[in-house]
């Protein structure tokens, strides 16, 4: 089932649905070999493939293309998976993914801020968690730059594309704190 995410806006970006003409630029951004495997996925290694993950993945989840307004490019994704560590309550898990060409612009972090306003306001979300290994330094950037807290850290709990196990940092931000900061 294809799910049809709103498209959003920020004063930079276009958040849209992914459709299978992004391939070419998914798989522009997804092929380099700093930006995937910091999130635990192998470069992607055709066009192919990134038509293949925006089928299976992108268009039947939560998840938004990132577009750039200046060039109207898609520079990266960002998404709202079902959360496996709280299962049962009103939570799902942000995740994304940015093109490096785009790294250090404050990109993420307004990517990231808009999807948290339509997590919480339009999804009426209880909790919002997020996870980043603890080498992903950028990631862990945005996310303290979004307002998380750090919950901590859980041992050899991924596997990533190679079929190694990572530790995983969890952050999360509740409802209530949502509320709070936006006073």
Partial sequence: MKIKVPTLETERLILRSWTKKDAPALYEYAKNPNVGPA?????????????????????????????????????????LEPDKIRTGISSRELGYSLSEDYWGRGIMTEAAGRIIDYAFQEMGLKVLMIRTS??????????????????????????????????????????????????
């Fill in 39 to 79: 999130a635990g996925w192998r470069p992607h290694a055709s066009v192919q493939e990134s038509k293949a993950i925006i089928d299976r993945i992108f268009r039947v989840n939560t998840t938004w293309a990132i577009v750039h307004k200046a060039d109207d490019k898609v520079i990266g994704s960002i998404g």
């Fill in 134 to 183: 603890e080498t992903n330094h950028r990631s862990q950037s945005v996310i303290s730059k979004c307002g998380f807290t750090y919950e901590g850290t859980l041992r050899d709990a991924y596997r990533i594309y190679d079929g190694s196990l990572r530790e995983t940092r969890i952050y999360s931000m509740l409802r209530s704190e949502y509320l709070d900061a936006r006073k």
